[in-house]
Nanobody, 127 residues
Framework: QVVESGGGWVQSGGSLTLSCAASGFTEDKYAVGWFRRVPGKEPEGVACIKMGDGTTFYEDSVKGRFTISGDIAENTAHLQMTNLTPEDTDVYYC??????????????????????WGQGTQVTVSS
């Protein structure tokens, strides 16, 4: 399972950090992703990380602004979000899956292929 924390409200240009604590996976052989829901479509992968080797993938709109990192000792992945804009406002979901592909592939997988999903955390950016 995964448990999210962080999120909240910030003004445009501000920063927030989300955290995702995972459990039930084998050592560091899993990946963690942060997603946004798109009505009528599969969740959009914002950033993903392979916890074992730290390789990452970012969706184009967040490159250079968001940084995903992993702490194996704590089994936690963090998403540092900077230079936030109102367009980043959304509910962000953390998901985890046994590592089997590149970070980019795992960021693009359909929802049902992930083994654990969090409850979501609201991020609101005001202009």
């Amino acid at each position: 399972q995964v448990v999210e924390s962080g999120g909240g409200w910030v003004q445009s240009g501000g920063s927030l950090t989300l955290s995702c604590a995972a459990s039930g996976f084998t050592e560091d052989k899993y990946a963690v992703g942060w997603f946004r829901r798109v009505p009528g479509k599969e969740p959009e992968g914002v950033a993903c990380i392979k916890m074992g080797d730290g390789t990452t993938f970012y969706e184009d709109s967040v490159k250079g602004r968001f940084t995903i990192s992993g702490d194996i000792a704590e089994n936690t992945a963090h998403l540092q979000m900077t230079n936030l804009t109102p367009e980043d406002t959304d509910v962000y979901y953390c998901a985890a899956v046994t590592d089997w592909a590149t970070a980019e592939v795992m960021c693009s997988m359909p929802e049902y292929e992930y083994e654990a999903w969090g409850q979501g955390t609201q991020v609101t950016v005001s202009s």
